[in-house]
């Protein structure tokens, strides 16, 4: 229950389609970090005015009888719940807790709630069905008692009252000034009650503060993310820019059979969910003819400028039949050849999508990839990524383990970062995954899937045009870019796992709070908040450890043989 009220919660404040046009976003030189900083922003305003109208609801006379009918007024006469005080008068003026005159029993329509984000998420839950209102919740409440350990009977009482179930109790001396106590209450009940027995609390004088908690021990102001793959249903906001209807330099702008097919394709993206098999695509002439002009440039060039890992994992594409020049590779295809090398698979991506949607995909071994084709008058370099650069550009590379496993390392660490630090690693990931350079026997390599996938700029990347600099996460990571014309710095890192190694010591330094995990038999995120979790996942490694210290014996006993 709680994580749907989390999902919730994301759909609630999601933003659909973001970019330019509807919200004017501003410039022409843009980059993906204008763009996050642009889609924080709106995401800002968006929830600013859900959070705006869920409170006028809750305030609204009409809908407030809703939610107080039922009794949270204090003795008002009918047989409902209600707290034990005799007070009714509500002095507290606690910030976005109740900053409400809360008069007499009469007083209803001068009551004025200042819901929390929390109470607005739980009130759209319960608001969507009586089912729904009448679901069982886990939720903790934080209460700041006035008066000392008194209070707990009164507390309890009223839990009682609404027929909740106390499931944990912790009190301690409270660093509020007013407050003696805090008391930490794990309570379980429906969610209507929950509403309930919350207001009920606040008009309360002995409590100086009623906070409904999240309901796992991350704090509530850690952006939501995705804990399982499934819940990358609800990951993939689009940035709408480059987009052919829109772009005036888009080369499909006044094509309108491209736009159109574009839209058919897209629609598959939106009806994605997880589970389901990639649709296949019957592409035309033209588009697998598009596909063949560029696979086949880059099959001249890849042997003299690739990395070494690139033309191996492409070798093994072609082996399997995926890479040939005259069609374009069905996507399931390509999920099933990625799962069996490293466990990577391929979700279908309407477009561009949101820094923070597409990172947090890759923690879950999970690539975001576009399917509709660049138009066919420009081969050879596209302002947005489509699935020629997906293919040609990373697949090879997600088929290579050391490779998948720092693409998975950006995904994790991007998990519940904030603004500035999704802004950094959207910038590592430029300069890495999409531009990166490395060096082979001292000669210069691309492993950049953008490099590899437009024969126009890696040709200019490997000039003595760009600069070229050594890869160094800290000064990488705020190196400012655009993403319409050719880059003008390039990277370049020694090796993967010198690369990978280097951004492992960089991300340690991060200010989240917390470690996640990514647990592969459930596709799922998990967060190492308890000693519980940590010793069941010592126990699995000292196992490992134990198998691995015997191959090793038996290996050494052989050579003896
Ligand atoms: C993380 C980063 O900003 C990166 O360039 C992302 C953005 N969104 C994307 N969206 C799609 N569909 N494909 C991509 O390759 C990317 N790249
Ligand atoms: N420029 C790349 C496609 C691309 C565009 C934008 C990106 O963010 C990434 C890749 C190509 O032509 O293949
Ligand atoms: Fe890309």
């Known amino acids: 229950m709680a994580v749907a009220a989390a999902q919730k919660n994301r759909e609630m404040f999601a933003i659909k389609k973001s970019y330019s046009i509807e919200n004017g976003y501003p410039s022409r030189r843009r980059s993906l970090v204008d763009d996050a900083r642009f889609e924080t922003l709106v995401v800002k305003q968006t929830k600013q005015s859900v959070l705006e109208e869920a409170r006028a609801r809750a305030n609204d006379s009409g809908l407030e009888s809703d939610f107080i009918q039922d009794g949270v007024h204090i003795g008002n006469g009918d047989n409902s719940p209600t707290v034990e005080d005799g007070t009714q008068q509500d002095e507290t003026k606690n910030g976005h807790l109740a900053d409400a005159d809360i008069g007499d029993d009469d007083a209803k329509g001068d009551e004025d709630y200042t819901l929390t984000e929390e109470e607005v998420i739980l009130q759209n839950a319960a608001s969507e069905s009586s089912e729904a209102e009448q679901a069982l919740q886990q939720a903790a409440l934080l209460l700041h008692m006035r008066d000392g350990m008194g209070s707990l009977a009164r507390i309890l009482k009223t839990i009682d009252n609404y027929k909740g179930c106390v499931q944990h109790l912790e009190t301690c001396p409270s660093q509020v000034t007013g407050v003696q106590f805090d008391a930490l209450v794990k309570v379980s009940m429906t969610r209507i009650n929950l509403i309930q027995l919350i207001r009920s609390l606040r008009q309360s004088t002995a409590f100086a503060g009623v906070n409904l908690l999240t309901e796992n021990n991350i704090s509530s102001k850690t952006p939501w993310f995705p804990r399982h793959a499934s819940d990358l249903d609800n990951c993939n906001h689009l940035m709408t820019k480059y987009e052919p209807e829109l772009d005036m330099n888009h080369p499909g702008f006044a094509d309108k059979d491209y736009r159109e097919r574009r839209k058919q394709i897209a629609e598959i993206a939106f009806a994605y969910k997880y589970g389901d098999p990639i649709p296949s695509i019957a592409y035309t002439e033209i588009e697998n003819g598009t596909w063949q002009r560029v696979f086949n440039t880059v099959l001249d060039l890849m042997p003299k400028h690739a990395c070494r ?233 000292n196992t490992e450890m134990l198998h691995l210290t015997n191959a090793v014996k038996k290996l050494k006993g052989s050579h003896f043989e």
């Not at 698979?345 to 999970?366: E, I, N």
């Not at 990277?491 to 951004?503: I, M, P, S």
């Open 309 to 541: 890992e690139y033309k191996a994992a492409f070798e093994k594409l072609q082996a399997a039949d995926i890479f040939v020049p005259h069609r374009i590779p069905q996507l399931e295809d390509v999920s099933s050849f990625l799962r069996k090398h490293t466990g990577f698979t391929l979700r279908p991506a309407a477009g561009l999508l949101t820094a923070r949607d597409f990172l947090a995909s890759l923690a879950f071994r999970v690539f975001q990839s576009t399917q509709y084709v660049r138009h066919n008058n420009s081969p050879f370099h596209t302002p947005e990524p489509d699935c020629i650069h997906e293919l040609l550009g990373h697949i090879p590379l997600l088929a290579d383990p050391s490779f998948a496993q720092f693409s998975q390392e950006i995904g994790l660490a991007s998990l519940g970062a904030s603004d500035s630090e999704i802004e950094k690693l959207s910038t590592v990931y430029w300069f890495t995954v999409e531009f990166g350079l490395c060096k082979e026997n001292q000669q210069l390599k691309a492993y950049g899937a953008a490099l590899l996938s437009s024969i126009g700029e890696l040709l200019h990347a490997l000039s003595d045009k760009p600069e070229l600099r050594p890869f160094e996460p800290a000064s990488t990571s705020v190196q400012p870019y655009q993403d319409q014309e050719y880059q003008p710095i390039y990277y370049v890192a020694e090796t993967f796992e010198d690369a990978k190694d280097k951004f492992r010591r960089w991300v340690s330094t991060m200010s989240r709070p917390f470690e996640v995990r990514f647990n592969p038999h459930t596709e799922r995120v998990e967060v190492l908040d308890s000693v519980d979790k940590l010793e069941t996942l010592i126990w699995q490694l």
